[in-house]
């Protein structure tokens, strides 16, 4: 067995839910406990844990940004694995900080743990967003396209120009608001033109901004991270 390939265990799995998810989306952080517990795998919350460092290592305070990291790495030490809800923050660990046993929820499920089907029920039509960081540094592939391909009752609709980013990147939407603003837009035209009902991706930061803009908008569709909706299961 490959190291980090946990494929026929039971894995006791750390949540790093993210400031991200803890302040503004909780909801992904319950469903990958949710989908994880189902699975048959035991999931830890090691209270201690806080920012990994993305917003110092972003803003330029690469000191600050290194201490968080190494911070990270005792509160997370001694689990099989580390799990998390954001492409963004884990292709950072990664990515800045050489940290190897944290891992996205899709990247996690299809990639280690060798599970397509999580047993999820949707009948929805779904767009999926292409967030960057998943593109780009986390490299997830088609592991979500692979999970959501198996939920069932699910329509998958695949957006034209997907490796366009959506116009938050962090800070850049706060400080570039204009050109965020019609990235977004056009991101929300995308979706909109799709016929989907609901938008999904890897990273709540991105839902946001994608869902705030279509309310704006006065769109009806809704933005649900992809553990929610893989958590969803059918009704009894």
């Known amino acids: 067995m490959s190291e980090g390939d946990y494929r026929s265990q039971s894995v006791r799995v750390a949540l790093f839910v993210t400031c ?3 302040t503004i989306a909780p909801r992904a952080g319950r469903a990958t406990v949710a989908v994880l517990e189902r699975l048959g795998h035991e999931v830890v919350f090691p209270e201690a844990q806080t920012c990994c460092g993305q917003l110092h290592w972003n803003s ?6 290194r201490r968080l990291a190494r911070r990270f790495e005792r509160v997370f030490g001694g689990f099989d694995a580390v799990v998390s809800p954001s492409s ?5 660990l ?3 900080f050489g940290v190897h046993n944290v891992y996205e929820l899709s990247e996690l499920l299809v990639g280690r743990l060798g599970v397509e089907d999580v047993g999820a029920s949707f ?4 767009a999926y967003h292409s967030t960057c960081h998943s593109l ?3 490299r997830v592939g ?3 396209f692979r999970l959501l391909g198996a939920v069932r009752g699910l329509e998958l609709v695949h957006l034209p120009r997907a490796d366009e980013c959506c116009g938050f990147g962090g800070t850049f939407a706060v400080k570039n608001a204009d050109v965020s603003t019609a990235m977004a837009d056009d991101k929300c035209d995308v979706i909109e033109a799709s016929g989907a009902e609901v938008c999904t991706a890897l990273d709540s930061s991105c839902l946001l901004q994608i869902g705030g803009r279509l309310a704006r908008r006065g769109s009806a569709v809704p933005t649900m991270h992809l553990a929610e909706i893989l958590a969803c299961e059918a009704s009894a």
């Open 20 to 22: 991200f998810g803890d």
């Open 60 to 65: 330029g305070y690469e000191r600050e940004a």
């Open 88 to 92: 963004s923050c884990v292709g950072t």
């Open 94 to 96: 990664r990515e800045a």
């Open 123 to 126: 009948p929805h039509r779904v």
């Open 136 to 138: 780009r540094m986390t």
């Open 142 to 144: 088609d592991a979500p």
